[in-house]
């Protein structure tokens, strides 16, 4: 007969085990970020959201979103990333041959940083890109000068 030589840890051990695996309880996750939104929804899946659609997300979360910086920055990187691929989608649509290998390029490049600032927005992430993020960062920074200008 063959018998069963599997150890099953003492229940004392399975709460260092469960701390150890990437798969989190939902108690867990809800923990960690309980900022809400205007929307009604937590911040990680709202700036997550913003991508969801390119600017289309980003403008309508903009307009909804009054006081959640970490919303506000993501909505508006959405705005200006997915602007500036439509730019270079349209430009490149018009040059044969060389355009369309361009786009062949551009567009697993494009899916690839959609779903990594996606990931990054429901991480609760201020991840940059190049002068897309500097420039949404910097447009939340007039908006605090001009408040401490209005209280003084």
Request: charged share 20%; hydrophobic share 45%; aromatic share 12%.
């Amino acid at each position: 007969m063959v018998g069963n030589h599997i150890k099953i840890p003492e229940k004392k051990n399975l709460g260092s085990l469960e701390k150890q695996t990437v798969f989190k309880r939902t108690e867990e996750l809800n923990t960690t970020n309980s900022q809400g939104t205007s929307l009604g929804l937590s911040e990680n899946i709202t700036g997550s959201l913003t991508y969801l659609f390119g600017f289309i997300t980003g403008i309508i979360i903009l307009l909804f979103e009054k006081e959640n910086r970490f919303v506000r920055f993501h909505a508006t990187q959405s705005i200006f990333v997915s602007l500036i691929f439509f730019a270079l989608f349209t430009v490149s649509g018009m040059v044969p041959i060389v355009g369309w290998l361009f786009e062949a390029i551009l567009l697993p490049i494009g899916l690839v940083l959609w779903i990594i600032m996606m990931l990054n927005a429901y991480e609760g992430k201020y991840s940059k890109i190049l002068y897309v993020g500097n420039f949404a960062e910097k447009q939340f920074q007039r908006k605090v000068n001009k408040k401490k200008l209005e209280v003084n």
